[in-house]
């Protein structure tokens, strides 16, 4: 993915519709990027009643400059 300098995306995964349980995730910045830094927040967890969950988390990029970044994370032991 990229993201723009001062740049805000949603992103939404999942593992099939199974519940995983609790889910980290933050970015895994790619190079060249400018030292660019980026927050990952806004993480939240939905499950339907159908059984069916969806995991969300939101990205900002603090700059400077635009990136390339890979989602990285898992769940806590």
């Given at each position: 993915m990229f993201?723009?300098?001062?740049?805000t995306l949603r992103y939404f995964y999942s593992f099939g519709g199974?519940?995983?349980?609790?889910?980290?995730?933050g970015a895994d910045i790619k190079t060249p990027n400018n030292g660019a830094e980026v927050v990952a927040f806004d993480q939240s967890k939905q499950k339907l009643?159908?059984?069916?969950?969806t995991?969300?988390?939101?990205?900002?990029?603090?700059?400077?400059?635009?990136?390339?970044?890979?989602?990285?994370?898992?769940g806590a032991a």
């Open positions: 993201l723009a300098q001062g740049g199974a519940d995983r349980g609790f889910q980290q995730a009643t159908n059984g069916t969950t995991y969300r988390v939101s990205f900002r990029n603090l700059g400077p400059g635009g990136i390339f970044f890979n989602i990285q994370g898992g």
